[in-house]
């Protein structure tokens, strides 16, 4: 997934309006006035449009709380359609299903991952898009998750909703005790990966509101609605999508994708022409974004080369040097430092 072809739902417009307008700043953000006259829930925006807006919020505030400020206090309602489905499914582990399968009707640059490891479950967030505006979206986020689970569990049960531990990529935003007062559990900074973890008996708690017949409807129209949005999603989305599963086998030709999507080679190039990017610049941001991610995972130079479809390490040094004015070695040192720095 790229900056360029991702896309997210405007319910997130709703949670940054919602913000502005409780902290009296929306006469600072011209976006907030543009935007809030016309939003349907129902339709989707570019992310890297939702990340400006992120920047201009962060520019009036001066802070990346925002996204943790958000996640707290979100109304039960706040991920629109998604959050009726939460609500008349019978368990916390339904809702987590459900999470895992839908993240990207909500947002595309998010990847939720779980894994399950008795007694523990740790539900894994990663993002392609390596950019600081991602930090109150990847924030906003997990601090929902308690938000949304202490609510739809009843305040009989939500005393019970305890997290081990929660951690993030990025350094703090605020002091570490703020993270700490909201998850209620150690909060780590600086960490290979972005995740929670929890007991897995946690996820049979039943939901207070739970109705099968609802959830079947409402799930019916979201899948009604992630279809639309495929029908409707650019090109250059698909095509990068194409490209990110044939890496491991080499860079796909442009001959190749085009087959792949039964167009001749000339009426790709158009249609991609028409969105703004070509076929080669696909390739490389999708080389780009999964490289920095991995390098940033510590994952092993041999098996990045092998996944991204490089046939040397030093042709990866080199692209890599282009990207980032550093070599893979240099990149995931200075990584380690910010680490220890924090």
């Known amino acids: 997934m790229t900056l360029t072809s991702s896309r997210c739902s405007v319910v997130y417009l709703n949670m ?24 349907d829930t129902r339709k989707q925006i570019p992310v890297s449009q939702l990340l400006e807006l992120v920047a201009e919020l962060h520019r009036c505030t001066g802070a990346l709380t925002f996204g943790l400020d958000i996640g707290k206090k979100l109304p039960p309602t706040g991920y629109g359609i998604m959050s ?7 368990t916390l582990e339904e809702v987590l299903q459900l999470t895992l399968r839908f993240t990207p009707l909500l947002n595309e640059a998010l990847i939720h991952e779980c894994v399950q490891e008795a007694p523990h479950t740790t ?17 906003l986020d997990f601090a929902s998750m308690p938000t949304l689970a202490r609510f739809l569990v009843g305040q009989e049960n939500a005393s019970r909703v305890q997290l081990e531990e929660v951690c ?16 209620g559990c150690p909060v780590r900074f600086n960490q290979t990966t972005n995740r929670i973890r929890l007991r897995s008996s946690l996820l049979a708690l039943p939901v207070k509101s739970s109705d099968p017949r609802v959830c079947r409807f409402i799930l019916n129209k979201v899948e009604e609605q992630v279809l639309r949005n495929q029908q409707r999603q650019p090109l250059q989305h698909k095509v990068s999508q194409f490209i990110a599963k044939e890496l491991p086998q080499g860079i796909p030709g442009i001959h190749q994708a085009a087959q792949a999507f ?38 092993r130079l041999k098996e990045i080369c092998s996944l991204l479809g490089f046939s040397s390490a030093s042709n990866l040094n080199r692209a890599f040097k282009r990207w980032t004015c550093m070599t893979p070695s240099e990149y995931r040192q200075h990584m380690l430092n910010q680490r220890k720095s924090a």
């Open 123 to 139: 539900l894994l967030l990663n993002s392609e898009i390596q950019v600081p505006e991602m930090i109150p979206l990847i924030e």
């Open 168 to 183: 993030f990529r990025h350094p703090p935003q605020a002091l570490p005790e703020v993270y700490a007062a909201h998850f």
């Open 262 to 299: 039964n167009m001749s080679v000339s009426t790709l190039k158009k249609h991609l022409s028409q969105e703004g990017v070509t076929y080669s610049s696909l390739c490389d941001s999708v080389r780009q974004n999964m490289a920095l991610r991995l390098i940033a995972d510590n994952t």
């Open 16 to 39: 940054l309006t919602d913000y502005v307008r409780q902290h009296q700043i929306s006469n600072q953000l011209t976006w907030a006035r543009d935007y809030l006259p016309n939003m």
């Open 84 to 90: 009726l489905a939460f609500m008349n499914c019978q």
